[in-house]
């Protein structure tokens, strides 16, 4: 067993969790939705990547800003249009409404693209460097740091920005940010139209290494939803750390001796639920 | 999420010639339109719409005792989910008063619509579950056309067993659903008779796609073979972490995938040297006893679905399903679903698909399976040699000359 590859590639999966778990995280954490379409969104970035690079020759990589923008644009658009009208509904109504999202957005893409396997393989798809004995693949490298960029950006966002102030502040207290002047409607859709460009960035990079088809997405909710309770939840850095994490435990948990790989989801998701026990606000979290 | 899709074929019921012309033959088939097996549903479809093209409008009907019956394939959508497919089936019986059953696509589903066929004593035949878990329950109103789950993986070790060098260390790497079970644990029997030896065998969760860290703990092992029961979104994975880890086996196999064009689009010149099973091919040389030749029936498909590929198995299976429950609604000279069982038990009959014919559980062992190889990006069939239209490419080259 070469544990310094297993290692290595945990970590680079774990980027991608990363880009999965912040868009998810900023919504759940400012505007209490948590985002069932949230998967299908991915999907939506990982077809408009692979339109990109099929049809107009575009390098997923380079093509990340087009997606982040039109992912920005359906977010912000959504959520204005659609989402707002319910956002201080109870929670089960904004459950609802991104459940009927994602059924539309999923359909949607099966009537467009149908249900065939896609997928982005470039020229330095399966390009790799050596360190010592440990391949590291060149796409997922660049995938991580993609996603750390992003992680940066998203950062500086919120914590640099008067947009991040105002996202905040309606996220801490809505009332009083409305009270301050800032618009919640405008400030709503921009940060769903933020988790939507997160969700896009994750869909181009998850479309590199596997097959997408339109229901790929479904079980990336489910993991941004794990990433974003071990971590923590509204803070960049705590999703970054359950991110990396995740990837780590779910790819060594399928090299678990004794066990095998049929158990890796009970391994990840027991990692999970001994967090919780142990620390409930997640392992960056605020105290709730 | 139901919806009915289409009923195909005509509703004419105006005399035509001298032969009499009698009601329609209601036949209901849940398949999936949307989920995770939309795509092969949707091949599924294609073929079941060939056969009630032919039916329908070459033979002008199914002739029982001189009458022919049109059939009217009712299809509803199981969106992927397997007890759905027996919650339609029992509607298609009870409320739209089907006669008979198609099967579902995919084992999981094929078994859970079984139990709807046994309760309701309503023959369904089905051309695209191969799980022994659907056959060896002592159901008697299930039969499949395909070969068994137990051939899938055979064909290729007897073909590896024949090739110089011969790959004697083998990585199996299996999802954990019955059907990928079933190929691998006849696997895990058959190669060690053959000579090979396992150095590598893991199961994972039926739909991992992250498989970086299995194909990085098989290539610790070297293996000369690496063997994939799993499915298609499951081989592109592995073929891209294979080749990103330079995992440089000798031969690599994958029980479902390969033979989708999907998998040569995604993939592109990685596509090449793969090797899979398949039920069937279009370089098959069955002589038929009825029903098209398989360059006919190549030619059906472009013309119906106007397109420019050849139809995979799972279309040929869809059809093949269709073809045995006609032929024995003939042979049993009535609708009835008691006698159609019994001659359904009975059947043997040669078509473009192969032999059709049951065993005591209701499966078709009789028809053996093909491989088939990408090379150049176009799928060819290399084994077994009598119908082979191309010589293997092995070994397959390392991925740095590729």
């Avoid at chain 1, 004995?133 to 060149?138: A, F, S």
């Avoid at chain 2, 329950?137 to 299930?142: A, E």
């Avoid at chain 2, 290539?219 to 063997?227: A, E, G, H, Y």
């Avoid at chain 2, 499951?234 to 031969?251: H, M, P």
Wanted: hydrophobic share 45%; with cysteine; charged share 15%.
């Amino acid at each position: 067993m070469n544990w310094g590859e297993q290692i290595v590639l945990g970590l680079l999966l774990g980027g991608v969790y990363v880009a999965v778990g912040l868009g998810f995280s900023l919504v759940w954490g400012v505007l209490n939705i948590v985002n069932l379409a949230y998967g299908a969104m991915v999907m939506v970035g990982g077809y408009l990547t692979w339109l990109l690079f099929v049809h107009g020759g575009i390098d997923p990589f380079v093509g990340l800003p087009i997606d982040v923008v039109v992912l920005f644009g359906i977010g912000y658009a959504l959520q204005y249009v659609v989402i707002n009208r319910v956002v201080r509904a109870p929670f089960l109504y904004t459950f609802l409404i991104t459940f009927g999202l994602d059924l539309i957005i999923v359909n949607a893409l099966l009537l467009v693209f149908k249900p065939d396997f896609r997928s982005v393989t470039t020229w330095y798809s399966g390009a790799a460097f050596a360190v010592g004995p440990v391949l590291v693949p060149y796409i997922r490298l660049w995938s991580l740091l993609a996603a750390w960029a992003l992680a940066a950006v998203m950062w500086w966002i919120l914590n640099r920005t008067r947009t991040g102030d105002a996202i905040q502040a309606v996220g801490a207290d809505r009332d009083a940010a409305q009270l301050v002047g800032i618009s919640l409607r405008r400030t709503y859709a921009l940060t769903f139209g933020l988790g939507a460009a997160c969700a896009g960035v994750a869909g181009a990079l998850i479309a590199t290494f596997q097959a997408i088809t339109p229901t790929a997405g479904e079980p990336y909710t489910l993991q941004a939803f794990v990433v974003v309770i071990l971590g923590g939840l509204g803070r960049v850095s705590a999703t970054v750390v359950g991110g990396m994490m995740f990837g780590l435990v779910e790819v060594l948990a399928q090299s678990a001796p004794h066990l095998g790989a049929g158990y890796q989801n009970a391994i990840a998701f027991g990692v999970l639920v001994l967090v919780l026990l142990l620390r409930p606000q997640g392992l960056l979290g605020r105290t709730l | 999420m139901t919806i009915a899709v289409a009923a195909c074929g005509g509703g004419a019921t105006g005399g035509s010639g001298s032969t009499q012309t009698g009601s329609d033959i209601v036949i209901g088939e849940a398949l999936a339109a949307t989920g995770q097996d939309a795509k092969e549903g949707g091949l599924t479809k294609q073929g079941v719409q060939i056969w009630v093209d032919w039916v329908n409008n070459v033979q002008h009907g199914i002739t029982v005792n001189g009458v022919k019956h049109k059939v009217q394939v009712l299809f509803e959508d199981d969106g992927s989910k397997p007890d759905q497919s027996a919650t339609l089936d029992q509607k298609l019986l009870t409320e739209d008063k089907a006669q008979f059953l198609l099967g579902p696509y995919g084992s999981s589903a094929t078994a859970t619509a079984a139990v709807i066929a046994e309760k309701n004593q309503v023959p369904m035949v089905e051309g695209e579950g191969a799980s022994a878990a659907i056959f060896n329950k002592g159901y008697q109103w299930t039969f499949g056309t395909i070969s068994p789950a137990s051939l899938y993986l055979k064909g290729v070790l007897d073909m590896a067993d024949g090739l110089s060098p011969k790959p004697s260390k083998v990585a199996v790497l299996s999802a954990d659903d019955s059907f990928s079970l079933d190929v691998t644990r006849a696997v895990e029997q058959y190669a060690p008779t053959k000579g090979f030896q396992i150095v590598f065998d893991q199961k994972y969760p039926n739909g991992t796609t992250n498989l970086s860290g299995l194909v990085s703990q098989a290539k610790s092992t070297n293996p000369d073979m690496v063997l994939n029961s799993g499915h298609l979104a499951e081989a592109v994975a592995i073929n891209k972490a294979a080749k990103q880890l330079d995992l440089n086996a000798k031969l690599f196999a994958f029980t479902v995938g390969p033979s989708t064009p999907d998998f040569v689009s995604s993939l592109g010149n990685d596509a090449n040297y793969v090797i899979s099973p398949s039920q069937w091919t279009p370089a098959v040389k069955y002589k038929p006893q009825f029903f098209y030749s398989v360059q006919e029936y190549v030619a059906a498909y472009r013309r119906l679905f106007h397109a420019q590929d050849e139809p995979d198995y799972h279309v040929a299976g869809g059809t093949s399903a269709g073809l045995a429950l006609e032929r024995a609604i003939e042979n049993a000279g009535s609708t009835d679903p008691d006698k159609v069982r019994t001659a359904l038990t009975r059947l043997n009959v040669t078509t473009f698909f192969g032999t059709l014919a049951f065993n005591g559980q209701g499966q078709n062992d009789k028809k053996p399976m093909v491989v088939e190889q990408i090379q150049n990006g176009k799928h060819v069939t290399i084994y077994p040699l009598d119908v082979a239209n191309a010589k293997i490419q092995y070994p397959a080259a390392p991925w740095s000359q590729r």
